[in-house]
């Protein structure tokens, strides 16, 4: 088997997901959950190896992990791509996340006050 064709697996209807579609939401939670978990894991270490885990983190992570995960998993080319979650990856998106957020309510503020 190549391995292309092993990136391609059936889906609930009997087709195949296509590389550019990989995603399935009702099969990939498991898969998902254990990745949202080592996000976690991996920037609480980092944050902590930085001495930056302040009581602010502490409240704001779990949220933010969450929002990095679906943000990766909406942008990830591929499985396999989604799978590695590399602390130094990963500490990059979370600021493009906290930046994405930032001004988010930034215009939201904005347009509120015109």
């Not at 391609?8 to 498991?30: F, V």
């Not at 499985?79 to 001004?103: F, G, H, N, R």
Request: one cysteine or more; glycine letters at 2%.
């Amino acid at each position: 088997m190549h391995a292309e064709e092993k990136q391609l697996q059936p889906n609930q209807d009997g087709g195949q997901y296509s590389k550019d579609n990989w995603r399935h939401e009702a099969d990939d939670k498991a898969m998902r959950r254990r990745t949202t978990v080592r996000m976690y894991e991996l920037l609480i270490a980092e944050f902590m190896k930085n001495d930056k885990y302040s009581v602010e983190w502490k409240r704001k992570l779990p949220l933010l992990v969450r929002r990095l995960e679906l943000m990766h998993y909406s942008k990830s080319a591929s499985k396999e791509v989604y799978m590695d979650v590399c602390p130094k990856k990963m500490m990059q998106q979370l600021k493009t996340l906290v930046q994405d957020i930032y001004m988010e309510k930034r215009q939201t503020q904005m347009s509120g006050n015109v």
